[in-house]
């Protein structure tokens, strides 16, 4: 059963991060509002995309099909998905599964976060470890891809704290 309660908590710190409706010149993804972006939705009107909307988009299209729910600890669950957002699916499997080799794992590096990678993912000796080999992942990715005036920002976005998890 997928845990409705664990995606709300994540999707509010994706919608969080990703804000309003922007059409930036220098954004790779053109046109977006809460994240969604008119490159990857050719169809969808974006401008008058509305957030129920956008979360819908998100469980469907991301969330369920890459199996964020499966990850246990909820900041790396957060991080995650927010990265399987911002960056792309394969991109954060292969970012998760070098966190797990950096962390003393031996996965295969493909971008699948199938249950071999979920259960080295579940079953780390460090979770905080893990989630900072991760981010640290995610933040060179930004660096290598020289996103210029979004550099910034991306870098922000990836250490960022989900204070929704804060109580």
């Known amino acids: 059963m997928v845990d409705r309660g664990a995606y709300e908590t994540a999707v509010a710190f994706v919608l969080r991060l990703e804000g309003g409706y922007s059409d930036s010149p220098i954004d790779p993804g053109g046109e977006t509002k809460f994240g969604i972006s008119k490159r990857q939705y050719p169809d969808l009107d974006i401008r008058a995309l509305t957030e129920d909307e956008a979360k819908a988009i998100y469980w469907r299209d991301y969330w369920l099909p890459y199996y964020c729910d499966r990850i246990e600890n909820a900041l790396l669950r957060a991080h995650y998905f927010s990265t399987v957002v911002n960056i792309g699916p394969e991109d954060a499997g292969r970012y998760l599964q070098r966190a797990v080799n950096g962390t003393g794992g031996c996965l295969t590096v493909d971008g699948i976060v199938g249950p071999v990678t979920r259960d080295a993912v579940n079953n780390a000796a460090d979770p905080g470890l893990l989630l900072n080999a991760f981010l640290a ?15 910034k920002g991306l870098v922000r976005r990836a250490v960022s704290v989900p204070t929704e998890l804060v109580a």
């Open 137 to 151: 992942q995610v933040v060179e990715h930004h660096i290598k891809r020289g996103y210029d005036g979004l550099l």
